[in-house]
DNA sequence: CTGTTAGCGCATTCAA
DNA sequence: TTGAATGCGCTAACAG
């Protein structure tokens, strides 16, 4: 039986998949040899004919490695875990997209958990990924407030970071994890500027489900800095919803309701400010005429709508990238906390007033 | 050392992570016992005050199970791999809601590969799947038709198969793969005889990658139910493209140019729709007045445009549903073909002609 | 019902 | 440089 025969097919691996050993022998080398020949971690020390007989070996037999097997020889995975609110919102998909890209860099694998804006499945997930033993956890949605769930979310939380693993979120700076903050706070602020030079005085604000951080941070800071410069929004135009489309649509036609309609309606996202956009119209208000519109994000499938959404840019892919690479960064270093910069960008849905 | 002792603090696990033999220790039960207790998969084969014990320390030690070393133990994981063209892309990220739903609901995790377009990195992606494990491999893109890559991933993928794993793609049925086709054909076929019917005959093609199935399904199933119809598409009135909102872009300046230009140009999707009317709407040509638009897919953040998109509803959450569900189902039985129906959405960017 | 024992596929220490 | 042996954390026969 000499090893080097090649003529005859690849052995067919009845149970399915083809083991390490089954290459070594193939091979006519041991466990040992075969292994450090097809990873060569850290010392390469291994005869080259000897590594290529056992490359060739593997090639022949289609030998994929077992990365679970690996994992737990290793004491660690080659996978990270990403929770989102809803994937198929364009923010959370564009930063997912930044997030990918980062780990394929650094050849990490990515598991996707879709949380659907419900706390109890975030908990859910974290213990999912801690359970797969992610080297590393991002959280991307913002913070909830529900203070029912947040303390056992902090817990699993905890509780993965005790076991080894490493967390880091979209949002700003808390402690003992790495944040990388999406600039909300002074977004909002800049196109509250914005707004009040272009000559807006009478300001409504959809300001989104209040539990949460991001939505949070985009109002207060805007309405503070309104409030700042003399034309704070009036109780009655500041109005609660969802982070969705129908969230926008609804707190719309809330507003085209007050006695005095506002002259724009900042939604805290660009998503909200579509619907809020179709509220208008459905009402025969004409945007921007007579109702000016505002959002936030500029999500890259929204930049032709008609008119031009004004908005604060939020380069969402940065932040996947940004919050991944803290997320890989080496665990003995002190917690890093990173920001990106957002821009105000003003088209058509907010003409100068007056 | 009496097991049931609960007074002190929990054991600072040194190496981070807790072990089930640290939970039998610390229960007073044999490994095989804890193992029982806390999964008892299948036979629950374990006294309940044992049980209860076992339980308790597990939740007093914080130990959560390794998936890996389960996954080793028991010869398969409980992740599946999902593969798409680009996460960013509403019409993908859709579709990974659907999926990460329904991966959810049978306690399976996701793995996401973004390819970016890469034929390369699609096929990495195979691969690094296989080596992950996943039970099974969801392929959302449509093919390409490269021969030159086409034939290594299916090595790949065939690899991945004979070592176990399922295989299941979105797009049209073809051998040896589960698949659900998203009914593009009869869509595209549908949209035909709509705008013809509204009374359009001189039409425009944003054609897409021809390289891509998804696109040139709807490309070609479009322009013949035209020709049917004696409306034929004139070739200089057929671009192709790349399926980005630039290609639409660049698409519809190109048709503009045309001597005489279409009535009614059709995008093969709603990103690219919305590229040509960002297009028409920079040339000074006025949409639909001077050239109607529809598009396909029907994404949901684009519904509030004005005009409102005519465009194809594709059920792109179903998809993800349903092709995990293939993917999930029992290996033993044939493979499976299954799709959705997609249904004509008319809307304000193709008005009635004459 | 419970404990003992033998792997699962692989990395790695320790000798040779 | 190479091989034999040990162990990673867990499941699954196999005996009691």
Redesign the pocket.
Known sequence: MSPTRSGGRAPRAT?G?V?????AREA??????A?????G??TR???P???ERVLAAAERLR????AN??A????HTSAIGLVVHDIADPYFSTIAAGVTEEADRHGFAVMLANTHHDPERELDFVRTLHNQRVRAIILAGGRQDDEETAVRLRAAVEAYQSAGGTVAMVGPPVLEVATVDGDNARGARSLAETLHGLGYRRLGLLAGPQGQTTARERAQAFAQRLAELGAPVAPELVVASSFTRDGGYEGMRRLLTAEQRPEVVFAVSDVMAVGAMAAARDAGVAVPAEVAVAGFDDIVTLRDITPGLTTVRVPMEEIGRKVTALALADPGGPVQHLSVTSAVVVRDSTPPRR
């Not at 083991?19 to 290459?23: A, P, Q």
């Not at 292994?35 to 990873?39: F, K, L, T, Y």
């Not at 030998?63 to 077992?66: F, G, K, Q, S, W």
Request: avoid cysteine.
């Open positions: 149970s998949a083991t390490l050993s089954e290459v006519g080398v041991s466990l040992a040899t292994s450090r020949a097809i990873n971690s850290g020390t291994v005869r004919e000897l590594r030998y994929v490695p077992d097997a690996q737990v020889a290793r004491g």
